[in-house]
């Protein structure tokens, strides 16, 4: 099945770039607008009633079967070479199956309030789940060779070669289940969880909040939280709160649904904790996560507590509000970047690291390959999808022409040539865990804010977009280990019984609180906010990824920084290995080792250092 790292509310994705809370970008005028692209899908395939799209599923339901019937029971018998035989057509078929999965996918994130669209999406996600019933038992099966079987297969070249599919496969096999129970579990799955996401995905679409005295969708009423009008802040903040409010024994419904099923899998699986399956899957052994956790939640004092009192001290307030988090430090509307000025701004950043890597970024450029505009019915947020391999990856932005925006741009531009360069490893071995998903991107991000940064020599100027960068990487930080230690609260409460929205929504405070500190005032209107964050329903504990990326890049743009020999050529190599190599092997090169206990501080005294700047002006 395709796989596909979305930011926006995907069902069956998992978010690439964080959701930086309450508020993205204010809305930019039509000169930012203008000249927008629009991303052509015709690459995958020319429209929902193709013959291509039909043929392809036809053919990939056909050959799925035959593939079943010459397979099943013989795999821990064949020799190593016949078994890489076996895998190479198991990743024909399944790529046939994520080019259409992308198709619906992607269709949908641009119309999500489009219900031909929406039915369209969910048909194609009911015959992939069918047609790759057929297909279930191979990674069951592969999971029952013993290991000195496999072994013995493994010396056959052919089969070392999927080496690394094999050894993230066999990370599951303590809890795999039976072949039945297994594959009711997947049929089951597009009216179970799947269902469920649906029902968030387009009843956020749906939801319009009262701003200004007219209707807005949810993702506008969120950039007017942005506002450098302080009522204007406020007003939006209530009424959201209002209109969340109106829906929260819905959203509630669906949270502790979806809780309670995972913690039936769970259970079926025997995973000792309710974050074992995404650690598992993120290729993270739990004590690094762990370690993560702790070396934030200890940083909260002198990261976040530190910053919002001194943003509490710039604007002149003695307490912040929850809508003053995103406000701006100046009243000043700030000058709205043209498309073109963000792509060379952009496109510097990346030639200027090497020009290999400007040479893939332009490609997303050259051809309808980013959706940019923020349009009625779209989904909110950004994300890159890498699709198939034998296809290419789309980014889809929403710009409206502030420097957040090229940021964005940035962010999902790394995304995106990362996985164009990993895609020579072919669709079962490309994607990287998600943990290692955000190097690219925050790398690309981390250039482009150094580029302009250095480029600027207004002190003022400069002060803002220190100040800017820090919000950004305490949103991708310590938010998202808050927004974690909730999702743990949640779910483990959720084990004794049903919560309550109240219940929830104090959890929700709790955590808030906890992250960013004294300076804050929270009103109870607030203890709604947690319903529109999709990551809790689309992946839960995913969300600590991003904190992974970000202090991983914090530390290796150090050592980048520091005049490493080699660099670049290490870094692409990292991007080119895509899935087939670990963390540590990855990181090796450059010296460093998340398991190292200094090594979450290295990437959080980046952001310690960047306060500390500010505290001087």
């Given amino acids: 099945m395709s796989k596909a790292y979305f930011s926006a509310p995907q069902a069956g994705a998992a978010g690439i770039s964080p959701v930086h809370g309450d508020a993205g970008q204010p809305s930019g005028g039509a000169s930012a607008l203008a000249g927008l692209p629009r991303w052509d899908l015709s690459d995958l395939y020319d429209g929902p009633d193709s013959v291509r799209l039909a043929t392809d599923l036809d053919q990939a339901d056909e050959d799925a079967q035959a593939f079943s019937r010459i397979w099943q029971g013989r795999l821990a018998a064949v020799p190593g070479c016949e078994l890489a035989q076996a895998i190479a057509e198991y990743q024909r078929i399944d790529e046939v199956l994520g080019r259409a999965g992308s198709y ?22 009911e015959r992939l789940t069918a047609i790759s019933t057929h297909l279930l038992f191979f990674t069951l099966e592969l999971n029952r060779i013993s290991d000195d079987a496999l072994a013995a297969q493994m010396s056959d070249p052919a089969l070392a070669h999927w080496a690394p599919f094999l050894r993230d ?14 594959a009711v579990l997947h049929e089951k799955s597009v009216t179970g969880a799947a269902a469920w996401n649906r029902l968030f995905d387009e009843t956020m679409a749906g939801l319009r909040v009262r701003v200004g005295g007219a209707d807005t969708t949810l993702g506008n009423a969120l950039d007017t939280m942005s506002s450098p009008d302080r009522t204007v802040r406020e ?20 949270t502790n649904t979806l809780a309670k099923d995972k913690a039936i899998v769970d259970g079926l699986r025997h995973y000792p904790r309710p974050t074992t399956a995404r650690n598992c899957a993120n290729m993270v052994e739990d004590e690094v996560v762990d370690a993560l956790v702790q070396a934030v939640t200890e940083a909260y004092p002198r990261l ?46 990346y030639e200027g690291f090497d020009p290999r890597m400007g040479t893939v970024a332009k490609q997303f450029f050259d051809h309808a390959w980013i959706d940019a505009p923020p ?19 789309y980014l889809l932005l929403n710009y409206r022409g502030r420097t957040r925006d090229v940021m964005t741009l940035a962010h999902e531009l790394g995304h995106g040539v990362h996985q164009v360069l990993a895609g020579k490893q072919g669709y079962l071995m490309s994607s990287t ?8 991107s925050v790398f690309g991000e ?15 100027r400069r002060r803002l977009m220190l100040a800017a960068k820090v919000e950004d990487m305490l949103n991708t930080v310590v938010r998202q280990i808050a927004f974690y230690r909730f999702e743990m609260l949640v779910h483990e409460e959720r084990r004794k019984g049903e919560l309550l929205p109240a219940r929830i929504g104090e959890i929700w405070r709790q955590t808030q609180v906890e992250s960013l500190g004294p300076a804050f005032n929270f009103t109870p209107d607030y203890d709604v906010y947690w319903t529109y964050i999709p990551h809790f329903i689309h992946s839960p504990f995913y969300v600590y990824a991003y904190a992974f990326g970000d202090c991983l890049v ?61 505290e001087r002006v």
């Fill in 304 to 349: 976040s507590h530190r910053y919002y009192a001194l943003k509490a001290r710039w604007l002149g307030l003695e307490k912040l509000e929850y809508w003053d988090r995103n406000a701006p430090l100046t009243t000043q509307d700030e000058p709205l970047i043209p498309w073109a000025e963000a792509t060379r701004q952009v496109m510097a950043a």
């Fill in 446 to 460: 981390m250039l482009t804010f150094r580029a302009l940064l250095d480029a600027q020599s207004v002190p003022a």
């Fill in 375 to 393: 349009v009625p019915g779209k989904a909110s947020g950004a994300f890159a999808h890498p699709t198939v391999p034998s296809v290419h990856p």
């Fill in 169 to 182: 496969l066999r990370v599951f096999r303590p809890y795999q289940l039976s072949d039945e129970v297994e």
């Fill in 554 to 614: 914090n530390a290796l743009y150090g050592v980048f920084r520091s005049g490493h020999p080699g660099f670049q050529d290490k870094y692409l190599d990292m991007l080119k290995a895509g899935g087939t190599l670990r963390h540590r092997e990855l990181l090796a090169p450059f010296g460093l080792d998340a398991a190292d206990p200094g090594f979450w501080q290295k990437g959080l005294d980046v952001i310690a250092g960047f306060i500390d700047e500010l």
């Fill in 433 to 440: 865990p998600l943990t290692l998903a955000e190097t690219a």
């Fill in 104 to 125: 619906a996918q992607l269709l949908f994130a641009a119309n999500t309030s489009d219900s031909d669209v929406a039915r369209f999406a969910q048909s194609i996600n």
């Fill in 235 to 254: 007003h939006a903040a209530h009424a959201i709160g209002d209109e969340l409010g109106r829906n929260v024994k819905l959203f509630s419904l669906i």
